[in-house]
T-cell receptor
Framework: DQQVKQNSPSLSVQEGRISILNCDYT??????FLWYKKYPAEGPTFLIS?????DKNEDGRFTVFLNKSAKHLSLHIVPSQPGDSAVYFC???????????FGTGTRLQVTL | DVKVTQSSRYLVKRTGEKVFLECVQDMDHENMFWYRQDPGLGLRLIYF???????EKGDIPEGYSVSREKKERFSLILESASTNQTSMYLCATKTGGLYGYTFGSGTRLTVV
C-alpha cells in the first residue's frame, strides 16, 4: 500500500505561470517531507523540505505547503521556467536508518 | 560535494544471468541505498546498508541481494535476471542534513 501518493502523473504549465504539484500521505506520524527533482538520465536531486512543525517553507521560486490535518503537501513553483521540466518526487522518512519512501512522481512540462 | 558513481549507465543482460551493479561514493558515509525507478511506481527501495557488512531489506528485495565489503562500495546483485527486473536502478548515499541523499546517475538495465 502506497504510503506516499502523487495522484497526478503529469502536468503541463505555460512558462511564467504557477506550477502546483501535489502529494498525499497516509501516516499522520510522518513529520518531515522532501521534494526531489529528476531529469532524464540523471539521479534525483534535493529541492526543498519541510518539517511538520511548519506549514510553509520557501526557497526562491519554490514553496512547499503542508496541511497536516489533510495529510497533504504541495509544491508551488512561481514563475515556472522551461528548465523546471522534470519529474518531481515527494518523499518522507519511514522506518530506520534514514530510509526515505518516495511517491510515484509527477512529470512537469513547462511550455513556452 | 560528495560524488556517487554507478559503474554502468546502460546494461543489457540475458534472462537467467547473474548481474552486478556497482556503486561507489567518495566520502565516508555510512548509509547507502539501492532504489529502482519504474513509470507509475516511482522510486522503490530494494535494499539499504548502514555500515560495512550490514544490510537490510527494503520494500522490494525479492530477486536481489547486496554486498558491502568496504564503506565506499555498495553492490546490487540480481541472482538470476528476469525481464521484470528491467528498470532504472539508482544508488544513493545519505550525505548529511536531515535526510539529504545524493544519488548516482543511474543504471538503465534491460533484461532480454
Amino acid at each position: 500500500d502506497q504510503q506516499v501518493k502523487q495522484n497526478s502523473p503529469s502536468l503541463s504549465v505555460q512558462e511564467g505561470r504557477i506550477s502546483i504539484l501535489n502529494c498525499d500521505y497516509t501516516n499522520s506520524m510522518f513529520d518531515y517531507f522532501l521534494w526531489y527533482k529528476k531529469y532524464p538520465a540523471e539521479g534525483p536531486t534535493f529541492l526543498i523540505s519541510i518539517s511538520s512543525i511548519k506549514d510553509k517553507n520557501e526557497d526562491g521560486r519554490f514553496t512547499v505547503f503542508l496541511n497536516k490535518s489533510a495529510k497533504h503537501l504541495s509544491l508551488h513553483i512561481v514563475p515556472s521556467q522551461p528548465g523546471d521540466s522534470a519529474v518531481y518526487f515527494c518523499a518522507c522518512p519511514t522506518g530506520t536508518a534514514s530510509k526515505l519512501t518516495f511517491g510515484t512522481g509527477t512529470r512537469l512540462q513547462v511550455t513556452l | 560535494d560528495v560524488k556517487v558513481t554507478q559503474s554502468s549507465r546502460y546494461l543489457v543482460k540475458r534472462t537467467g544471468e547473474k548481474v552486478f551493479l556497482e556503486c561507489v561514493q567518495d566520502m565516508d558515509h555510512e548509509n547507502m541505498f539501492w532504489y529502482r525507478q519504474d513509470p507509475g511506481l516511482g522510486l522503490r527501495l530494494i535494499y539499504f546498508s548502514y555500515d560495512v557488512k550490514m544490510k537490510e531489506k527494503g520494500d522490494i528485495p525479492e530477486g536481489y541481494s547486496v554486498s558491502r565489503e568496504k564503506k565506499e562500495r555498495f553492490s546490487l546483485i540480481l541472482e538470476s535476471a528476469s525481464t521484470n527486473q528491467t528498470s532504472m536502478y539508482l544508488c544513493a548515499t545519505k550525505t548529511g542534513g536531515l535526510y539529504g541523499y545524493t544519488f548516482g546517475s543511474g543504471t538503465r538495465l534491460t533484461v532480454v
